[in-house]
């Protein structure tokens, strides 16, 4: 079974900048998209940041030209860039990987959540 791994998450003061890494290891044989969600206390879990196997982004209008999302050298790895960091970035990040197996069944696997809090 995939298990992700999260890291990245910490305290920043707003305008600053923090990078979160996700890491899957297990039996995916193709990952589909990988990215990351978010959550804060006031708000239904919402998108971040995604990218597909074959390149394409996609980010919520939120964060669009302050976030990067792009694969790490190492397979089966994403990154999420945060730069101008602002307090309404506060939340628990979620990674979040979908792909295949070594069957053929479709899996979607949720880390296990990671803290960023931006202060004012």
């Known amino acids: 079974q995939v298990q992700l791994v999260a890291s990245g998450g910490g305290l920043v003061q707003a305008g600053g900048s923090l990078r979160l890494s996700c890491a899957a290891s297990?039996?995916?044989?193709?990952?589909?998209?990988m990215g990351w969600y978010r959550q804060d206390p006031g708000r239904q879990r919402e998108l971040a940041a995604t990218i597909t196997s074959g390149g394409s982004t996609n980010y919520a209008d939120s964060v669009k030209g302050r976030f990067a999302i792009s694969r790490g050298n190492a397979k089966n790895t994403v990154l999420l860039q945060m730069n101008s960091l602002k307090p309404e970035d506060t939340a628990v990040y979620y990674c979040n990987v979908d792909g295949w197996d070594y069957v053929g069944r479709y899996l979607e696997v949720w880390g296990q959540g990671t803290l960023v809090t931006v202060s004012s």
């Open positions: 297990g039996s995916y044989v193709s990952i589909n998209t």
